[in-house]
């Protein structure tokens, strides 16, 4: 068996007590069936405290108190249930966050969630670019209980690992993996080309993936004889949006002279000539499809009201651009933040054959966290500091990927929805990219 990782992954320990925003409270904790028995046969006065506190209405899982926190986090922050029976009694969903398992014929593939602090504080402290590690594994570490020698891998000791409990794994995909590795491969490679702006890459990455998606329906099972190489065309001439590609690139790439009135008008044919309301429009519209999504925390719709509140017609596109000039030297976390979207999702497309979704929502999540990351700019008088990225992040992640509702609507979108074709969401990526062209 294949096992990878992200770079960063082996880094993680969890920072218990010391965490600011604990993931034992306002968290649903549900038991898995094994750890449910085991929990129902400790005996004494710990096992009735367990019983107590377990409901079996639906899902089994701990009923939380008043204020949202598990009944087993005591005063310090620390797991009581930890403390008692030690760290090989937690249930799944304690023992893996936040760790994320994806597998497909023989590779398994783990990756960290944003929603949790300290991968927000390990990815962003760097700007190293995030590289995907893999190592192969003996075949009885595909089984559950030798899961302990990957866990040492990973630099974690006596962690329990799942071997992937999504319905899809049961199924098997109708895209050859090989194949997709390499159209994955090959989508990072243009996310961290750091000889251009990273919005510029990141229209580049969704017209790659509109290509492979076409090449998807036109070929059907993509065989692999079919592997795109790592030489493979992104520039040059395309269809869609992706013609534009290459004249964009150049137009912002930038030689400390003023834009030319050519560059200037290279820049209007990418962006579709978008003015200023035409981009506050566009982030109405995005609002509004991201306004239907399940509220899981206080702070998501307090967010949502803020954003709408402080961004008006007038104001929106130049304070994006205000920002993101202030931000130059830091382009490095929307990257980060664009490979790790897509190191998480991009290979469920083995399962459902959506390559271009999952470009759509990595795009759009971070097009969503830069109006977060502007208004955050904004309310702290036009500071940002690493604690502000890692925050925005996290909201972010918690409302959205944790939520299976949440994820589907936008899947929904994402097929539906002009506002998040591929040409809008380059619009939207590219819009004060071309104010900026402007000045140099």
């Known amino acids: 068996m294949i096992f990878g990782t992200p770079s960063y992954y082996r880094k993680f320990r969890c920072i218990a007590d010391r965490c600011k925003d604990s993931c034992c ?18 005996e004494g006065t710990f096992g009735r405290r367990l019983s107590e506190h377990m409901t079996e209405e639906g899902q089994n899982s701990f009923a939380l108190r008043e204020n949202g926190w598990c009944p087993f986090l005591n005063d310090q922050k620390l797991c009581d249930i930890c403390i008692e ?3 090989e009694a937690l249930c799944e969903v304690c023992t893996e966050y936040p760790r994320f398992t994806m597998e497909y014929e023989n590779v398994r ?6 929603s949790c602090e300290e991968v927000g504080r390990i990815l962003f402290s760097s700007a190293e670019k995030t590289v995907w590690e893999e190592r192969e594994l003996p075949d009885f570490c595909a089984d559950a209980e030798d899961a302990a020698w990957e866990a040492g891998y990973a630099g974690e000791e006596d962690a329990a690992w799942d071997v992937g409990d999504d319905e899809e794994d049961a199924d098997e995909g109708t895209v050859d993996a090989v194949w997709l590795r390499e159209v994955r491969a090959r989508a990072v490679e243009i996310l961290q080309d750091r000889t251009k702006p990273v919005f510029v890459r990141a229209a580049e990455y969704l017209c790659y993936c509109e290509e492979m998606q076409q090449e998807l329906l036109n ?6 004889e079919r592997l795109v190489s790592k030489e493979r ?3 040059g001439e395309k269809t869609s949006v992706c013609g534009r590609t290459e004249t964009a690139g150049r137009a912002c790439a930038g030689d400390g002279q003023k834009a030319t009135p050519d560059r200037k008008q290279a820049w209007q044919r990418w962006c579709g000539g978008e003015t200023a309301e035409d981009a506050y429009e ?4 995005r609002m509004e499809r991201f306004g239907q999504l399940e509220v899981l925390d206080a702070a998501w719709e307090t967010q949502k009201e803020q954003l709408l509140h402080t961004f008006t017609r007038e104001n929106y596109l130049a304070v994006m651009c205000e920002f993101w000039q202030s931000r130059r030297q830091f382009e490095y976390e929307y990257e980060h933040l664009l490979v790790y979207f897509t190191y998480r999702y991009f290979m469920r497309a083995y399962y459902d054959n959506q390559i271009l979704a999952k470009a759509q929502f990595a ?6 966290i ?10 702290n008088e036009r500071c940002f500091s690493l604690d502000d990225r890692i925050e925005t992040a996290k909201l972010y992640s918690r409302e959205v990927e944790h939520s299976e509702e949440n994820m589907e609507l936008l899947a929904e979108d994402f097929g539906f929805e002009e506002i998040f074709s591929a040409e809008s969401l380059c619009q939207a990526l590219l819009a004060c990219g071309a104010e900026q062209a402007e000045t140099r």
């Open 233 to 235: 065309k992104t520039s």
């Open 85 to 87: 029976l030690g760290e």
């Open 282 to 285: 566009a982030f109405l519209l």
């Open 109 to 114: 593939e783990k990756v960290l969630s944003l």
């Open 370 to 379: 830069r109006d977060m990351d502007v208004l955050r700019y904004l309310q």
């Open 363 to 368: 795009v759009a999540s971070v097009i969503m």
């Open 219 to 224: 070929f059907g099972l993509v065989s692999e």
């Open 25 to 42: 409270i306002g968290w649903e904790i549900d038991i898995d069936e094994d750890t449910f028995a085991y929990y129902k046969s400790v």
